[in-house]
């Protein structure tokens, strides 16, 4: 018997297994994934549906299309969790929706629907990491950006399943790695056709800034989303961008124990951190304005999170300033 915890890589997936053809990519019901026989199937379930996808983009599909890019990133989570032990119903369902989209690009089904299901019943998180993903669709720059656009929005869905399962703490890895996706995939989008004849208008950089609980200085600050803030402005440089304006948003999370006004006081002193934290950057102060929200627009419901510290940690998306630059060529 092996052990229960895999170490697995997609690369250790290349077993002399089966004849390599086309099957349903079922997986071994949850209590038959105790013995050896039961992992390999599924191994060779796995390496048959790579092969699938691998012959796709041998056929002409290029590997930054979307339905191709999603296919792949299906793939990937669900070959994650199962190798993480996962028992539920999500390793299944996700490698469903991996065979769903590579039957419709076998068949040659046009156009492909976009849609992403939030499949096991994975709460949807970070309304605004969806809505910024969700922008990019139909614009001119989703042919540059598609692949990080369809991982994104896959990665939403993993982190809502973890969240489901073991709440905020082992989902937020997840949403942070989202977070990055977003951020390329804005990217990707912005500098599309770069050196072509028509020059790219004007466009959007955004980064939030996170703060601890009732906290508003820089100190304050959740590294990682600072880190967020300074890749946008290594971005401004390396792309020579014009920074035309910056808007600060600021907000707070819905925990009201001083009221409505204490945290509208405490939303425009988080915008007004950030404001002095840019300048220091070099950005003019003329170029920055800010609002403040308090706790009226939450992106992290964190219903049913009952421990007061895991709330804290649940809602912290909601304690951040939005910091959005309106950036041209």
């Known amino acids: 018997m092996i052990q229960h915890t895999l170490a697995f890589s997609m690369a250790a997936l290349s077993f002399a297994l089966g004849t390599g053809f086309a099957h349903a990519a079922s997986l071994a019901p949850q209590r038959e994934r105790i013995s050896d026989e039961a992992i390999y199937r599924d191994h060779s379930t796995y390496q048959a549906t790579q092969d699938r996808i691998q012959a796709l983009n041998d056929g002409g599909r290029p590997v930054r299309d979307y339905a191709l890019s999603k296919a792949q990133c299906w793939l990937d989570v669900s070959f994650h969790e199962y190798t993480r032990n996962d028992r539920s119903d999500f390793p299944q369902a996700a490698l469903d929706e991996s065979e769903r989209l590579i039957v419709a690009m076998e068949q040659g089904v046009s156009p492909i629907p976009t849609d992403t299901p939030l499949v096991n019943g994975a709460a949807r998180l970070r309304e605004d990491l969806w809505k910024r993903l969700g922008a990019i669709h139909g614009t001119p720059g989703f042919v540059c ?138 950005i003019d102060a003329a170029l920055v304005s800010y609002e403040y929200r308090g706790d009226t627009e939450q992106v992290q419901s964190c219903e049913g999170v009952r421990d007061r510290a895991a709330l804290h940690e649940c809602l912290l998306p909601n304690r951040r300033v939005e910091v959005k630059f309106e950036v041209a060529e």
């Open 145 to 282: 950006a598609q692949q990080a656009v369809a991982c994104g929005e896959v990665e939403l869905v993993h982190a809502g399943n973890e969240f489901n399962q073991q709440q905020w703490r082992h989902a937020k890895p997840y949403i942070q790695i989202a977070e990055d996706t977003v951020a390329d995939a804005e990217a990707l989008a912005r500098t599309c056709g770069n050196g072509r004849s028509t020059p790219a208008g004007p466009s959007s950089l955004t980064a939030n800034v996170l703060f601890e609980f009732d906290r508003r200085g820089l100190a304050d600050v959740r590294e990682h989303s600072l880190g967020t803030l300074d890749r946008a402005l290594a971005r401004v440089r390396e792309e020579h961008l014009t920074i035309a304006a910056v808007r600060l948003i600021g907000h707070a999370d819905r925990m009201q124990g001083r009221g409505f006004d204490y945290n509208q006081a405490l939303s425009r002193d988080r915008a007004e951190t950030v404001k002095a934290y840019l300048v220091g950057q070099g």
